[in-house]
Antibody, heavy 125, light 107 residues
Framework: DVQLVESGGGLVHPGGSLRLSCEVSGFIFSRFGMSWLRQAPGKGLEWVSG????????YYADSVKGRFTISRDNSKNTLFLQMNSLRADDTAVYHC??????????????????WGQGTLVTVSS | DVQMTQSPSSVSASVGDRVTITCRASQDISDWLAWYQHKPGEPPRLLIY???TLQSGVPSRFSGSGSGTDFTLTITNLQPEDFATYYC?????????FGPGTKVDIK
């Protein structure tokens, strides 16, 4: 069975940092792009960042560009999201998800399945 | 960037009903569209990709259609486990935008 398990969420003050992890099992991790997506309280789904299978190509939503960094360790089947300069509007449940599409040379067919259960990030003073 | 809209924003229905949700893209996206079901406390679930292809394990009462800018998700014979929020998502560029969601609740 494919499993994605996020960790690393919590309460952080505005301006602070967190590092999320997503441990994956059940498929050949290095062959697939991965993404982070989030849902803020009472809001809809939002894509945050994506990365190619080998980690060479990354994409970011404008709302997090310059503050968040996505990376992966294919030897450990783990995806990461380093979040710096956190703001109140970053408060959300963050999910990692397997990307069925391609990222290189251009994104195409990028539907996400499955998603992890999510980890809650709360940014508040 | 492509913008996605959905209608209605919510719909009340009964078990056994047929429910239709519409998704519109701000520009032609061919058939690069996915539909997800999301229930509180659970991760979103991919239902349909490439506008009309049913994901493995998804009941056949779910169907998708459309291409270009206009798409439809139809649920026939609505079941109790289908009460949820449904999102469409454009899938041929980053950022891949989601529609605002359609909540299907019990009449």
């Amino acid at each position: 069975d494919v499993q994605l398990v996020e960790s690393g969420g919590g309460l952080v003050h505005p301006g602070g940092s967190l590092r999320l992890s997503c441990e994956v099992s059940g498929f050949i991790f290095s062959r697939f792009g991965m993404s982070w997506l989030r849902q803020a309280p009472g809001k809809g789904l939002e894509w945050v960042s994506g990365i190619s299978g080998n980690g060479d190509v990354t994409y970011y939503a404008d709302s997090v560009k310059g503050r968040f960094t996505i990376s992966r360790d294919n030897s450990k089947n783990t995806l990461f999201l380093q979040m710096n300069s956190l703001r109140a509007d970053d408060t959300a449940v963050y999910h990692c998800a397997k990307d069925w599409g391609i990222v290189v040379p251009v994104p195409m067919g990028n539907w996400f399945d499955p998603w992890g259960q999510g980890t809650l990030v709360t940014v508040s003073s | 960037d492509v913008q996605m809209t959905q209608s209605p924003s919510s719909v009340s229905a009964s078990v056994g009903d047929r429910v239709t949700i519409t998704c519109r893209a701000s520009q032609d996206i061919s058939d690069w569209l996915a539909w997800y079901q999301h229930k509180p406390g659970e991760p979103p679930r991919l239902l349909i990709y490439a506008a009309s292809t049913l994901q493995s394990g998804v009941p056949s009462r779910f169907s998708g259609s459309g291409s270009g800018t206009d798409f439809t998700l139809t649920i026939t014979n609505l079941q109790p486990e289908d009460f949820a929020t449904y999102y469409c998502q454009q899938a041929n560029s980053f950022p891949p935008p989601f529609g605002p969601g359609t909540k299907v609740d019990i009449k």
